[in-house]
């Protein structure tokens, strides 16, 4: 009897165990991407890519997540460009609620032609802002789903001349920046980093497309 008593206590602590486990696993991961939930105000101006980078870490601290460091999506042109892609790690990466959004950059960017088909899965759901909610789109009022990229749609840098980056992100004036829609609808493609350009740089010339300057975000240190 007193054998019996031992195996059944056994059993309970590997079902407890089990079950611990199972919960641990099931842990939403810490949030290392969002779209912004404002921008700065100053059209495509936010000081370089330094200041993007600021504005992303400050949103991300207000969301209790100013832990980690924070990189805002974009590309620059000219001497020393930078491709988006490299300055985001190599993931995975987790919205606010814990969804995955990428496995890997090749993933996030569609690299192979299996992995272009199947698609990353940023999309109006997912694409949440540091506080896990939603990012408006289209249908809503106003629209703004243009995010600034700067980028190609591999997350490359465009080549040197015709502006793409609003002067590499210093200009809320003469120039065009790239944009993607975060909720994957509208222009040719669809595309979530490279869908068309601005028609300029201040602040009204971005909403007026369907806009706020805002920015993808992202911590590569996951």
């Not at 991407?33 to 890519?49: C, Q």
């Not at 990466?93 to 899965?121: C, S």
């Not at 490359?156 to 809320?172: I, K, M, Q, V, W």
Request: proline content about 5%; aromatic content about 6%; hydrophobic content about 35%.
């Amino acid at each position: 009897m007193r054998y019996m008593r031992v195996v059944l206590a056994a059993l309970a602590l590997v079902m407890t165990l089990g079950s611990y486990l199972a919960l641990a696993q099931q842990k939403p991961q810490p949030m290392s991407f969002f779209v912004t939930s404002v921008g700065k105000g100053d059209g495509a101006n936010y000081g370089g890519l330094a200041g993007a980078d600021a504005h992303c870490q400050q949103l991300a601290a207000a969301a209790g997540r100013g832990d980690a460091k924070w990189v805002a999506y974009l590309s620059t042109q000219g001497p020393g460009a930078v491709n988006a892609r490299d300055r985001i790690g190599n993931g995975p990466w987790f919205n606010a609620r814990g969804q995955q959004v990428a496995a890997n950059a090749a993933e996030l960017h569609g690299d192979t032609i299996e992995q272009a088909r199947m698609g990353n899965r940023i999309n109006k759901v997912s694409a949440a802002n540091e506080k896990g909610s939603p990012v408006n789109g289209v249908g809503d009022m106003p629209n703004q789903h243009d995010i600034l990229t700067g980028s190609q749609p591999d997350g490359r840098a465009f080549p040197a001349g015709e502006d793409r980056t609003c002067n590499n992100y210093s200009s809320n004036g003469t120039g065009s920046v790239m944009l993607g829609h975060h909720d994957r609808l509208g222009g040719a493609n669809a595309s979530w980093n490279s869908v068309h350009a601005s028609k300029g740089c201040s602040q009204p010339n971005l909403v007026g497309t369907g806009g706020a300057g805002l920015l993808y975000c992202f911590a590569p240190g996951m």
